[in-house]
């Protein structure tokens, strides 16, 4: 089949471009060295993982050792720049295990490319050429994966991330591990499940986000309307009872900022939140995109007029 399309996927200080019809269906906990899994409707198509290393790997041997130990693996010499790798017969396809040195950042990225039939060239030279890592010293990182296109402050690192039928849940902490800040970012399909009318309201939203949260954990203590992406949108200061023992005896109410909007053109809802005393400095690097080309939000201006 031809394929013409191809899509960005940034994840993990990773970006890259691959066929549009390849998802992630699998990636290694926040926690583990990143490795991600693309396929398609039906089958795997690409294993991946990168690593920074201490010391700069000779790839050149790396691969002449696995022709002379596996049979049937034959070196692949015109591969885009900086890539290694070989080919070997899988069923009726072929099976690529590729890596490249990135010197400037020491990252080691390491694939597998798996050709049901024929091996489609361009389509394997365009992932090569587009795979790069992010340096970690950009002011905003973007993460682009399940559908979801973030700018975040670079500081901020993934936590934990959650894809379910209908719902995608990225958490990011920065700071100190004490402090557990958390910037929560969820994407909602079936918006005309919950809102079968055509125009939706920022109360609707505000009636919608509260039905979701636990009223023994956290109230609303401010909402007014707003606008995200060019949305209608909610905004939402949270009081909520935090974890620690000694902070819940004395009454300490955490303070969270939450922004949700209908994507009329994604059929979607979003719900962004961050800690309130943060806002102000995350308003200039975070951005949530979805639909169209803007970034731009109006989000925190009330917060900056009003202090
Ligand atoms: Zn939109």
């Known amino acids: 089949m031809a394929i013409h399309e191809f899509q960005r996927l940034c994840w993990r200080n990773i970006e890259m471009l691959c066929p549009a019809e390849w998802e992630m269906t699998f ?3 926040p926690a583990d060295t990143p490795r991600i899994i693309l396929s398609d409707r039906r089958y795997e198509r690409l294993k991946m993982q ?7 790997p000779e790839l050149s041997r790396v691969i002449e050792k696995h022709q002379d130990e596996v049979e049937h693996v034959t070196i692949l010499n015109s591969l885009p720049e900086g890539w290694y790798g070989t080919i070997a017969p899988c069923g009726s396809g072929s099976v690529i295990h590729a890596g490249k040195f990135f010197s400037k950042t020491k990252m080691l990225v390491e694939l597998i490319l798996f050709w049901n039939k024929q091996r489609e060239k361009h389509i394997e030279e365009k992932i090569m050429e587009s795979i790069h890592p992010v340096s970690s010293s950009v002011q905003s990182c973007l993460w682009e994966a399940m559908g979801m296109k973030v ?5 901020c690192t993934l936590s934990a991330f959650n894809a379910e039928a209908g719902q995608i849940l990225w958490k990011f902490m920065y700071g100190d591990k004490k402090s557990k800040k958390e910037v929560i970012i969820c994407r909602i399909a079936l918006l005309r499940a919950i ?3 055509p125009d939706i309201s920022w109360e609707d939203l505000k009636a919608f986000i509260e039905s979701q949260a636990n009223p023994r954990k956290s ?3 401010r909402a007014e309307s707003s606008t995200y992406n060019g949305h209608t949108a909610v905004r939402i200061v949270w009081l909520t009872i935090p974890d620690g023992m000694i902070k819940r005896l004395t009454g ?5 900022v939450e922004v949700a909007w209908a994507c009329p053109v994604e059929e979607k809802i979003y719900r962004l939140s961050i800690p309130f005393e943060d ?11 979805c ?16 202090k």
């Open 219 to 221: 109230r609303i203590a």
């Open 291 to 306: 639909c169209g080309d803007r970034w731009k939000s109006t989000l925190y201006d009330k917060e900056q007029k009003g």
């Open 279 to 289: 806002c102000h400095v995350l308003s200039e690097k975070l951005h949530v995109k």
């Open 195 to 197: 809102f079968p009318q």
């Open 50 to 56: 990168w690593r920074q290393l201490s010391y700069t």
């Open 252 to 256: 300490y109410k955490n303070k969270i």
């Open 151 to 155: 700018k975040i402050p670079s500081e």
């Open 27 to 29: 990636s290694s906990s």
